[in-house]
């Protein structure tokens, strides 16, 4: 009989610690959301190696919640103690209304730990490291005015600042959302971290997700603001850039950034650092390390712990949907911005410069370069844009680290 | 936060963002024009130092050797070379032809000559090349 109690005892114990009774609808409507983005990442494989790890977090956080559990430590009496644990285990004991109790740790989850590498601002800036070891400048030194679309790009960003602000949003909530309108999910992370951590699920979701659509949001904004005649324009082959202005290059910018405004100092010095160990050809091991291993260690690491921030309760609120809203007006921006530039500069040239090539402003390399070149050469499948808009792509990523460095200055 | 200083904190962020990030990046076309000119001056003056360097070699070693030694060679490379193109890429060329007929076939080549435009098979090559993107 004792038997068939004890049994009936473990039973129960396993139905009432299940995700059957812990679990409540929101996560339901999260794991169908993971689901959602499962298929978006290996079907329609709109950035798959970003969307499938965040998803996956997002899966297995609402499978089991406790995953992202904060360690605690109980206090319990030396009987209790020993009741539970079968013994005191040597902890530290706290003496309280003259009675002795035994500080009980209870350890966090897994992502709890791997998480504080995006709380506390360490993931991205490694994240750009990489991005600085695989991204060629030359483009952007052969044409520096490439920064003015950049620039441009980053409009968007401010504008949406101003919507977030008259939809309810706090000023440091505002910026976090802002941000998106970089296209730059390292950025957004680092910028969300600090001003407004307890958005950071369904900024960094929106912001990836809005990347992933470049291809789809950017072609009707720059045929709509093009004409034929524009799309078409053949731009002449950039001058070759030496060895000596690409080691240059970095160098310089991380002092000039970081001097004028230090809080972009860890974005942008990783960046920069990232380009040096590549174009110095002296540091070819490390410079593989960064782009490959590491770029793929942590990337698996900040797309979980982002994706295990969107639990049910966090993600289902109406501050989302604003997000996602913003977000979208944001990246629209951005791109319309970088269009109308790329068309002020096509009449100060003379119509030597195509203003497809602005959209690619908003960071997202190489996707919105792509993106410029696909779009141009759908007027004229003769002309090669890549290259050109490179120039504006990598001038983004500079230029959104800049907009995220006044945003912390201004709001942080 | 009342409308007021919604509008303030609105339009004061705007102007601060947009004149920083474009007053920034102005900045860095500057420097980043101004380290080109630098560098590629720089560069143009090392390479035209070298080049006058190799060829006031060039003239002491007719001056010091047979004339009728030096000709032949300056005949043999004008005859392949007549379009600007560099020794180097006619020994490429000439090796490509080689490794493909071998010696087994008497080939000549008479002249290589630099295309003005991309023919249609290069572009098409390009364009294939270029489609993933």
């Known amino acids: 009989m004792e038997i068939i109690q004890n049994f009936w005892d473990a039973l129960v114990g396993i139905f009432t610690g299940s995700g059957l009774v812990s679990l409540d609808w929101r996560n339901y409507i999260m794991i169908a959301v993971a689901c959602v983005l499962f298929y978006l990442a290996i079907k329609k494989e709109f950035e798959p190696l970003l969307l499938l790890p965040i998803a996956f977090g997002m899966l297995l956080v609402n499978l089991y919640p406790d995953i992202m559990a904060a360690p605690e430590t109980t206090l319990m009496s030396a009987e209790e103690c020993i009741k539970a644990k079968g013994s005191t285990a040597g902890y530290a004991t706290t003496i309280l209304n003259g009675v002795e109790y035994y500080n009980v740790p209870h350890y966090g989850g897994l992502f709890y730990y791997l998480y504080q590498g995006v709380k506390l601002g360490i993931y991205p800036p490694l994240i750009f490291l990489g991005v600085g070891a695989m991204t ?27 919507g977030a602000i008259f939809l309810g949003f706090t000023s440091a909530q505002a910026g976090a959302t802002g941000i998106i309108g970089g296209a730059d999910g390292p950025t957004a992370i680092y910028v969300t971290t600090k001003l407004a951590p307890e958005l950071l699920g369904s900024i960094a979701i929106a912001a990836y997700s809005y990347m992933a659509l470049v291809p789809i949001i950017q072609p009707p904004i720059m045929r709509a603001l093009t004409t034929k005649k524009e799309r078409a324009v053949v731009m002449e082959q950039l001058r070759p850039v030496s060895k000596l202005e690409k080691i240059i290059f970095p160098i310089t910018i991380v002092i000039v950034i970081s001097i004028l405004l230090p809080d972009a100092a860890p974005l942008v010095g990783m960046l920069m650092f990232g380009n040096l160990l ?135 | 936060m009342d409308l007021m200083s919604k509008f303030t904190i609105s339009a004061s962020m705007l102007l601060t963002g947009f004149v920083i990030v474009f007053a920034v ?50 005949e043999a490379v004008k005859a392949v070379n007549p379009d600007g193109v560099s020794d180097e890429l006619v020994a490429v060329i000439s090796a490509a032809v080689y490794g493909m007929y071998g010696s087994s076939e008497k080939v000549k080549i008479k002249s290589i000559k630099k295309s003005k435009s991309r023919s249609a098979w290069a572009n098409a090559g390009v364009l294939n090349n270029t489609r993933p993107f």
């Not at chain 1, 044409?143 to 949406?160: C, D, E, M, Y």
């Not at chain 1, 982002?306 to 966090?314: E, K, P, S």
């Not at chain 1, 290259?387 to 792509?393: D, Y």
Request: proline share 4%.
């Open chain 1, 136 to 162: 060629d400048f030359g483009p952007l030194i052969a044409n520096p005015k490439s920064f003015i679309l950049g620039a441009a790009a980053q409009i968007g960003i401010f504008i949406t600042f101003i």
């Open chain 1, 278 to 412: 590549k174009e110095s050809g002296v540091c070819e091991r490390l410079s593989k390390t960064a782009q490959n291993e590491l770029m793929n260690i942590i990337t698996i690491f900040l797309g979980t712990t982002v994706g295990a921030t969107a639990t049910g309760a966090n993600f289902l609120s109406a501050s989302t949907i604003k997000i996602i809203a913003l977000g979208l007006i944001a990246f629209a921006m951005g791109s319309a911005f970088g269009v109308l530039f790329g068309k002020i500069m096509y009449k100060l040239t003379g119509g030597k410069v195509n203003p497809l090539i602005g959209s690619a402003g908003v960071s997202a390399v190489p996707m919105a370069a792509r993106v410029s070149q696909r779009v141009g050469q759908e007027e004229n499948p003769g002309n090669f844009l890549l290259m050109h808009a490179m120039g504006p792509n990598v001038a983004g990523v500079i230029g959104s680290a800049v907009a995220a460095g006044v945003l912390l200055n201004v709001l942080a």
């Open chain 2, 25 to 74: 990046l102005f900045f860095l076309i500057f420097l980043i024009w101004l380290m080109g000119k630098v560098v590629t001056g720089a560069q143009n003056k090392a390479a035209s130092r070298k080049a006058a360097k190799v060829a006031k070699e060039a003239q002491e070693s007719t001056y010091k050797q047979p004339e009728k030694a030096a000709q032949p060679k300056l």
